[in-house]
């Protein structure tokens, strides 16, 4: 008896990657409404425990990732639009 090749006949393809949980909490602290001035940088320290500096580089990099967009799509493609209109106004 011969073996199949990988991805032969039969064989589904692997699921895609899925996000780390502090990709998706870094989505659900941006799908929050914030009170004031440095509310949103202390729940950053606070929930997820870096840097609000690290935060937004994360954020930056989730913006460009696949997987943030099919997991949450709505929260990823509106950031992007402000992403865009800020490099627009430079």
Known sequence: ???L???GPGDEP????QLSDR???????????WAG?????RA???QLGISPTRYYQLLNALLDDRRALEADP??????RRVREARRGRR
């Open 5 to 7: 090749p990988p991805n």
């Open 44 to 46: 950053i320290r606070e």
């Open 23 to 33: 990709d998706r909490a870094v989505l659900a602290v941006e799908r929050q409404s």
């Open 74 to 79: 709505v929260t990823v493609n509106r950031l």
């Open 37 to 41: 001035p440095g509310a949103k940088e």
């Open 14 to 17: 692997a699921p895609p990657a």
């Open 1 to 3: 008896m011969t073996a």
